[in-house]
């Protein structure tokens, strides 16, 4: 595996989920591995666990990680090809990737989508032109339309936590304030797809995913019907899709709570709004996984960075 941009990087995702078990065992079984090697990680958005556990892998594997918020700190890059220069933009991704491939052995970045130019959101410009223009492999930390090590993490949780040989898992929608990505949702559906588990969304009209993404995913407009005999409630919010980057729904009555989810383990991938996305007796609850989907993040960064130190 040269690079990892996307949930399809995964050949098997059973194997890396049994691979990803073995290094949670044993974390520093692989330190020697990446001695002397740099990974730079560029942040054009906020982030607390991607920025903290992919560190953390790679110190496990012995690398010298060096961080960067390119927003703010860096130059404004330019990645539109053969655009005169003359505005705020001080210099080319051309350079700009080049430049850090000099001082790194792994780049990765996070830079997410501007939910108001769907065409240039789906294109990906941003870590495509990475994967173009870098003379080294790229990790995704989430880009415009996937969190590939957010999916890889959440499947995991779920073959951990599960007692069943073929749970149900739900993916359901929540109301959020504000208008936020697909990426994550995307990259779930997609490790859901990829796992044995009875697997349906729910989202009211109007919310539906990239069906490019859900394929023959069963989508409910009844959060109750989807909530039935379901054994994890996976919750995000995601604006929508068709009326691309709008927010056209607040209703409180999707949010969740204890009463509507019963036994089922709750998990997102964080932040979360408490009292908006979910109830705080859920977060509170023994039923939630987020800070153990969090403590994931960690070891399937490590994957993710000993496949690619192992193959290039
Ligand atoms: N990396 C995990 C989620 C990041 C982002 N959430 C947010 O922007 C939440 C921000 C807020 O609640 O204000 C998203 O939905 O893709
Ligand atoms: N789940 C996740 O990616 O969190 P951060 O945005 O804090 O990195």
């Known amino acids: 595996m040269k690079h990892y941009t996307s949930i399809n990087d995964i050949d098997d995702i059973n194997s890396w989920i049994e691979e990803i078990k073995e290094i949670k065992a044993n ?9 002397n090697k740099t990974i730079g990680l560029l942040f054009f958005n906020s982030s607390l666990r991607t920025r903290l556990s992919t560190q953390k892998a790679a110190l496990n594997l012995g690398m010298n990680p060096i961080v960067m918020n390119v927003s703010g700190d860096a130059w404004g890059i330019e990645f539109e090809d053969g655009t005169i220069m003359n505005g705020t933009t001080a210099e080319h991704i051309k350079e700009a990737a080049a430049v850090v491939s000099q001082y ?20 990906e410009h941003v870590i495509k032109s990475f994967v173009k223009f ?9 880009s415009a339309t996937e969190h590939p090590l957010q999916g890889l993490t959440d499947a995991i949780t779920i073959s951990e936590n599960s007692t069943k040989k073929r749970p149900k898992v739900v993916l359901s929608w929540a109301p959020h304030v504000k208008a936020l990505p ?6 779930f559906v997609q490790a859901m797809q990829k796992m044995d588990v009875e697997f349906v969304i729910a989202n009211p009209e109007g919310y539906n995913l990239n069906s490019e993404i859900t394929k023959n995913t069963a989508i409910l407009y009844n959060q109750e019907e989807a909530f039935k005999d379901a054994d994890f409630v996976y ?34 991938c964080l932040p979360v709004r408490r009292n908006v996305i979910v109830e705080d007796a859920v977060l509170d609850s023994d039923g939630s996984l987020v800070i153990e989907q969090a403590n994931n993040r960690t070891f399937a960064a490590q994957l993710v960075l000993k496949k690619i130190l192992e193959n290039n």
Request: glycine share 4%; proline share 5%.
């Open 27 to 35: 974390p520093l079984k692989n330190i020697e591995l990446g001695k």
């Open 235 to 268: 919750t995000k919010n995601w604006s929508s899709y068709d009326e691309y980057g709008k927010v056209l729904n607040t209703d409180p009555n999707w949010m969740i709570t204890k009463e509507k989810i019963g036994t089922a383990k709750f998990m997102h």
């Open 134 to 142: 870098a003379s080294v492999p790229i990790i995704s930390m989430e």
């Open 182 to 187: 697909h990426a994550v949702a995307n990259s």
């Open 104 to 123: 790194c052995d792994v780049i990765a970045v996070r830079a997410f989508p501007t939910l108001t130019d769907k065409e240039k959101d789906e294109s």
